[in-house]
């Protein structure tokens, strides 16, 4: 078994070593690289000169060893694991506001339609009550200046009025509390007019906007209720917005699916239109879908991640740069270790919230009666405190991520696809798991190069 503490891997010619706790990268030499690896087979400093005397000078191996010795003592090579703060222990931070259940495109591979079916009344929108409740859950929930709301759906564009509303009751509270929010929203463009776009210019909201790439592979599988495409209509739309904002406010967010696994081309095709903040996610859906990835399919995958890494440099060199969302790891002002250790905190820190305002862990939980945590009508909205516990234990036991290199950066894998596709909050998607390794060593080549 790999050592869970060290990583080392290498890639285009350049041997790396990632030292998991301290989340430090060195980049290293043939002898750096043989140093490090008697290190982990338990060699001590006097006898490692000895097994590297046949081929390196003796001078060269003592000063790599004091190099090595230097990251040692300034914890930054083989670091102590990090004394962290239960994550139950936490409070909310972040919610995803349901703000519409309906939504005006029928995508084949939307989680909502996937996993919730009748679980949710489709066209429920949520009320100025509900939004309001939400904004001062958010405000009365602990320390600590900043909150988040993430608009969400279905749609939130069929219900944007609701939108203006809790974004201006936020902002008339937030001084009050000591408290500032930041707003996100995901729309798929089609209701994206000057309008909407002025207002979110001046809140400075923060969008992600849905486009899977080439004009063929997104109306595939994103079109409206009649059975038509939705690419041109969203292109188009998509610039009302860019016109009014700069990066990184915005992302332009597309979906892999077994449709699309050479879906570097579709990377390229962003880019012919002028977009520049890129994210390309996997389809989470049932294992017997005819769109999902399959285990056989990693060798194309990950194929086209290197060609992603070659088409990052190349961009960059030509002075034409553009953000994949998976490449942009910040190890030194990235987020603290309690983030790190718990993704997006589902059910901890995160928690969305349904047009009728009942909580859940996240959205994909949305509707699932098992998994309900309360309603921010409620005069104490958070009403399951075990099932806290039970998604912070969860994260904490699985065995997988406990042995794995990437579990700081990948916060231990996502809640949703352990439940729906592991089988049980306690088990990985393994699936994911290999994929979200296969990006984080090519981010790392790209911090180091």
């Not at 002025?198 to 486009?211: G, K, R």
Request: with cysteine; charged share 25%; glycine share 8%.
């Amino acid at each position: 078994m790999e050592n869970k503490d060290l990583h080392m891997f290498e890639y285009r010619g350049i041997k790396l070593v990632y030292d998991v706790h301290s989340g430090s990268l060195h980049r290293v030499d043939e002898l750096g690289w043989q140093i490090v690896q008697l290190l982990l087979d338990g060699k001590s400093n006097e006898e490692i000169p000895f097994y590297l005397a046949p081929q390196f000078p003796p001078a060269e191996v003592e000063e790599a060893l004091g190099q090595v010795k230097d990251l040692v003592e300034k914890r930054l090579l083989f670091a102590p694991s990090p004394a962290v703060r239960p994550a139950k222990d936490r409070e909310v931070r972040a919610l995803c506001l349901f703000v519409s259940h309906g939504c005006n495109l029928r995508c084949k591979y939307c989680f909502t339609q996937q996993q919730q079916g009748s679980r949710i009344t489709e066209r429920e929108t949520m009320k100025k009550e509900v939004g309001k409740k939400a904004v001062d859950f958010l405000l009365g929930s602990g320390e600590g200046p900043f909150r988040e709301i993430d608009f969400f759906g279905g749609e939130p564009l069929l219900n944007y009025s609701l939108v203006k509303e809790v974004v201006s009751y936020a902002r008339e509270n937030e001084s009050l509390w000591g408290k500032k929010f930041n707003f996100t929203l995901t729309t798929n463009a089609l209701l994206l007019n000057k309008q909407v776009a002025d207002h979110i210019s001046s809140e400075n909201i923060s969008v992600i906007l849905s486009l899977d790439g080439r004009p063929e592979v997104n109306d595939a599988l994103r079109t409206t209720a009649d059975g038509s495409g939705s690419y041109k209509t969203v292109v188009k739309n998509i610039h009302i917005l860019l016109d009014r904002r700069e990066p990184p406010h915005h992302y332009i967010r597309g979906t892999i699916t077994r449709n699309n696994l050479d879906f570097c081309n579709d990377i390229e095709h962003l880019l012919e239109q002028g977009f520049y903040n890129l994210s390309l996610e996997p389809a989470v859906l049932d294992r017997d879908s005819a769109l999902s990835l399959r285990e056989k399919d990693l060798p194309r995958l990950e194929e086209q991640y290197d060609l992603l890494v070659e088409l990052y440099l190349q961009r960059h060199k030509e002075g034409q740069p553009f953000s994949f969302y998976h490449f942009e790891l910040d190890l030194e002002k990235g987020p603290c270790i309690y983030k790190r250790l718990s993704g997006c905190g589902a059910g901890i820190d995160y928690m969305a919230v349904a047009a009728d305002g009942s909580l859940y862990p996240c959205h994909q939980f949305i509707g699932e009666h098992s998994f309900y945590m309360g309603n921010v009508l409620s005069g104490q909205p958070l009403q399951s405190s075990g099932l806290r516990n039970k998604l912070a234990i969860a994260a904490e036991d699985r065995d997988d991520c406990y042995f794995c290199w990437a579990r700081y950066l990948c916060g231990r894998g996502c809640a949703a696809a352990s439940y729906y596709l592991g089988g049980a909050l306690e088990e990985t998607y393994d699936l994911g798991c290999a994929l979200q390794k296969i990006r984080l060593e090519r981010a790392l080549y790209l911090q180091a190069v």
